[in-house]
């Protein structure tokens, strides 16, 4: 309940105030999270069903959910800087044909203050360039085109690469896409935020996942050949080492 109670926080101290926050949750909150909620004095939509659904069709519903043209994401456990709505939707005002815009990401460990920022290209033809090889974007931290998002779909089930299918499928629909330079988001990163991209479970997922992309023709199949060799052996790796290999795409500030 802190970590929500700290994360409403930052939302409801954005410089450009939402309209409505849409609470998408998979399940039933318990009461206190309820609470928690409506103690914010947000605006809020809460949408939940009787039984557990899946990530993706979490994401899906809430995106159906929401009446504005932008939607900003925001992770139950990820604070927002007080300035993220006002830079996001200033560009995107200056940039209406963007389907994302997102931003760097600051990872905070569970012990210490340092940061480390998970950085991702700035340009639409650098994403272009990244996506077919990795996610190009920091998921918490986009901002959607609600029409652009639709128009392909919406978010499908893809459990642990839901977000990536998304912009695989936007980028073959000739969707323009950018990212922020500013870090305007920050995520508490610890052994379970590893443990969920490690193991066999992992790797399945991510097996499914390539071959569905070379099935529905968004990634050729000798590239996605090249990522089951290159890919999935990491997640066999002992936890540390796969941890210092992710670092390498992060870096200090």
Request: aromatic share 4%; net charge positive; proline share 6%.
């Amino acid at each position: 309940t802190a970590t929500l109670a700290e994360v409403l926080t930052s939302l409801a101290a954005q410089t450009w105030p939402a309209h409505c926050l849409v609470v998408s949750v998979d399940g039933l909150l318990p009461d206190q999270l309820h609470q928690v909620l409506l103690a914010s004095g947000i605006p809020l939509r809460i949408l939940e069903v009787p039984e557990w659904q899946g990530t993706g069709a979490v994401l899906a519903r809430g995106l159906l959910a929401c009446r504005s043209r932008w939607v900003l994401r925001a992770d139950a456990d990820d604070i927002s800087d007080p300035r993220r709505a006002e830079l996001q939707l200033g560009h995107l005002l200056q940039h209406p044909h963007l389907a994302v815009l997102g931003t760097q990401l600051g990872e905070r460990g569970a012990h210490g203050p340092s940061v480390v920022v998970r950085r991702v290209p700035l340009s639409s033809a650098a994403i272009r360039r990244l996506i077919c090889w990795r996610n190009p974007f920091n998921h918490p931290t986009v901002a959607l085109s609600r029409e652009a998002v639709l128009a392909v779909g919406n978010y499908c089930a893809c459990p642990a690469f839901e977000d990536w299918d998304l912009w695989l499928r936007l980028a073959a629909a000739g969707a323009s896409c950018a990212n922020l330079d500013q870090a305007l988001v920050t995520a508490a990163v610890g052994k379970a935020h590893l443990a969920r991209r490690h193991g066999l479970v992992y790797l399945r997922r991510e097996a499914r996942f390539l071959l569905r992309c070379a099935r529905e023709g968004l990634l050729p199949w000798p590239q996605v050949m090249v990522l089951l060799l290159l890919r999935l052996p990491l997640r066999l790796l002992p936890a540390g080492v796969l941890a210092a290999l992710m670092a390498c795409l992060r870096s200090h500030r």
